[in-house]
């Protein structure tokens, strides 16, 4: 699980610190993060409000050069964030699953229905953490780490959605 304890921090998050900064901005999901409980699905209702928007990238291509980039810009701001606060993966950071989020969208049908099955599936994996995400969770503390392990449930999430698909419809 992500590192959440409030004792080991170096600085207390609030909505006025979070703003002085960009990557403070960025890594807490414009303030989605510092929602209790359970940043890290307010991060990812986020991520499914701001899908409207970035779903007008229509060509694959620059939809992918946007991920990416998302990806690289949530590394540097959530490897930045997670040495200000002292704590590598703090729960707050909730930029990663706006992003991974942002890839079950991308690749699953755009239907009300499919959205909210595939929003089910990546937050069980977020939390549930089933191998390997447990074993990035705990070892990667970086902002490639706090990345990376979510990416990695989005992936699990859009294999389910797909054999559930397939098997039934």
Do not use: H
């Not at 807490?28 to 928007?53: D, E, H, N, R, V």
């Not at 890839?103 to 089910?120: E, H, M, S």
Request: hydrophobic fraction near 55%; proline fraction near 5%.
């Amino acid at each position: 699980m992500a590192e959440s304890s409030t004792k080991n921090l170096l600085v207390q998050p609030t909505f006025g610190w979070m703003r002085l900064k960009l990557s403070r901005l960025i890594a807490f999901g414009f303030g989605s993060g510092l929602i209790k409980p359970a940043p890290g699905t307010w991060g990812t209702l986020l991520a499914w409000l701001l899908w409207q928007p970035v779903s007008m990238i229509t060509s694959p291509g620059a939809m992918a050069l946007f991920l990416l980039l998302a990806f690289g810009i949530g590394v540097w701001a959530c490897d930045r964030v997670g040495r200000e606060l002292g704590v590598g993966d703090y729960s707050g950071l909730v930029w990663d699953e706006v992003v991974a989020f942002w890839v079950v969208l991308w690749l699953i049908p755009d239907t009300a229905v499919a959205q909210a099955f595939g929003f089910l599936l990546f937050r069980l994996f977020d939390i549930l953490k089933p191998p390997p995400i447990a074993y990035f969770d705990k070892r990667f503390k970086s902002g490639l780490g706090v990345m990376w392990d979510d990416l990695v449930a989005a992936f699990y999430a859009v294999l389910v959605f797909a054999l559930v698909s397939r098997l039934f419809g």
